[in-house]
C-alpha cells in the first residue's frame, strides 16, 4: 500500500457519513478512532498509509466525501532505541493506560547528554516490557510531565497514545492539581499569597531560567508557609497554575527565599542564615539537593473519567534535615 518497508498491525476502515461531508481527511480518522493523536493520524497519512476508495492519499487536508470508503493501516511500533533496565520503582498506581511513581530524588526522567541511562525511562521500558502499545510509532512510555532529577515525589506516565494525548491536553489546559514541599530561606511575608512573573532563559547566564521583563511564558506560583522550622527557614506548601521549567524554584528565588541546597540559583549564603546556631546552619548549607518534593496529584483518568488522587510524605533526607535544623525559638 505504502512506499516504504513497513510491517502493517492493524487498520482503521470507516465509511464516511453524511454530517462528516467535506471534513478534512485527518480530522475524519481522528474522531473515528482517539486512540491516536492527530498528529500521528497525519504523519501515517503523509507516509501514504491511508486509501481513499482504495487509492492512496497522502494529504492530510484533503476533504473527505459521504459514502468514502477511509482505510488507514497502522504500523506495528517499533523498538524504542533507549535500553531497558531493571530499576526498582515505588509505584503509586498502575493500569493498562499509565503509571504513577513517587521518584526518588537523583533519579533523571529522561535520557540527555550525560544522563544516557539509568532514567526513569530506562526503568519503565523494563518494568511496562509487551504492555507498551506505541506512541509516535514506538514502544515507549509517554512522558506527559517531569520533575528535576534532585526533585523528588510524584509523577504519571502514559502507557499508551491516547493517555498521553489527553493527559498531556489536561497539563496544558491547567486542569491537572499539583502540590509541592518546599524547604526555603527565610520567612515569607505575608505568610500565605502568590508569586507571579514571566519565566524565560536568563540573559545572562542561558542555563539558568529567570523572571524576565520581555518575552518568556507566564508563570504563577501560590504559597502557604506550614511552618517555621527556625529563625532562618520555612516549610511551605506551593500550588502551581502553571508549569514552566523550574517555576517554584525560580519564582523563590526572585522573592529572595531560594529553596535549601539548591545548586542552580543558591549561589551565596544567605544573610539571614546568621540568626541560627552554626550547627543548623551548616545542615541546610550542606543539603545535597533542592529541598522540593512533589506532594500531591490529581488528575482525571483519560480512559475511565475518574477522578485520581496521590499523596506522598515529605521523603526521609528532607524529614531528617527538618530535625536538624529545627530550633526551638
Not at 58 to 73: A, C, F, N, W, Y
Not at 92 to 104: A, R, S
Not at 109 to 126: Q, R, S
Request: proline share 5%.
Amino acid at each position: 500500500m505504502s512506499d516504504i518497508n513497513t510491517t502493517i498491525e492493524s487498520s482503521i476502515v470507516a465509511l464516511v457519513a453524511k454530517e462528516n461531508n467535506n471534513i478534512r481527511l485527518d480530522r475524519f480518522l481522528a474522531q473515528t478512532c482517539d486512540d491516536y493523536s492527530r498528529s500521528r493520524i497525519k504523519s501515517l497519512i503523509e507516509q501514504g498509509l491511508c486509501q481513499r476508495n482504495h487509492l492512496i492519499v497522502r494529504d492530510p487536508s484533503t476533504s473527505v466525501k459521504e459514502g468514502d470508503h477511509i482505510e488507514l493501516s497502522i504500523p506495528a511500533a517499533k523498538p524504542y532505541i533507549v535500553e531497558a533496565q531493571y530499576i526498582a520503582l515505588d509505584i503509586l498506581y498502575e493500569d493498562h493506560d499509565l503509571i504513577v511513581i513517587n521518584k526518588p530524588a537523583g533519579l533523571v526522567v529522561h535520557p540527555a547528554p550525560g544522563n544516557e541511562d539509568g532514567t526513569l525511562v530506562n526503568a519503565l521500558l523494563a518494568h511496562c516490557g509487551n504492555q507498551l502499545t506505541g506512541i509516535g510509532g514506538e514502544k515507549r512510555p509517554g512522558i506527559v510531565h517531569r520533575l528535576d532529577k534532585d526533585t523528588s515525589g510524584i509523577i504519571v506516565v502514559a502507557k499508551t497514545e491516547q493517555a498521553l494525548t489527553k493527559l498531556s491536553e489536561d497539563f496544558a489546559n491547567r486542569n491537572i492539581d499539583r502540590l509541592y514541599l518546599a524547604l526555603c530561606w527565610g520567612v515569607l511575608n505575608p505568610a500565605n499569597g502568590s508569586i507571579e512573573g514571566n519565566i524565560g532563559r536568563d540573559p545572562y547566564d542561558r542555563k539558568r531560567m529567570a523572571v524576565v521583563k520581555r518575552g518568556g511564558k507566564f508563570a504563577r506560583t501560590h504559597y502557604k508557609t506550614l511552618k517555621i522550622v527556625n529563625p532562618a527557614i520555612s516549610l511551605i506548601q506551593c500550588k502551581l497554575d502553571t508549569g514552566r521549567t523550574h517555576q517554584i524554584r525560580v519564582h523563590l528565588s526572585k522573592e529572595g527565599h531560594p529553596l535549601i541546597g539548591d545548586p542552580v540559583y543558591l549561589k551565596r549564603v544567605p544573610a539571614i542564615s546568621k540568626h541560627i546556631p552554626q550547627e543548623q546552619k551548616n545542615s541546610a548549607l550542606d543539603f545535597p539537593r533542592q529541598a522540593l518534593h512533589a506532594t500531591y496529584l490529581g488528575f482525571t483518568h483519560p480512559i475511565t473519567g475518574q477522578y485520581l488522587q496521590f499523596e506522598s510524605d515529605l521523603p526521609p533526607d528532607m524529614q531528617e534535615l527538618m530535625y536538624k535544623i529545627y530550633v526551638n525559638s
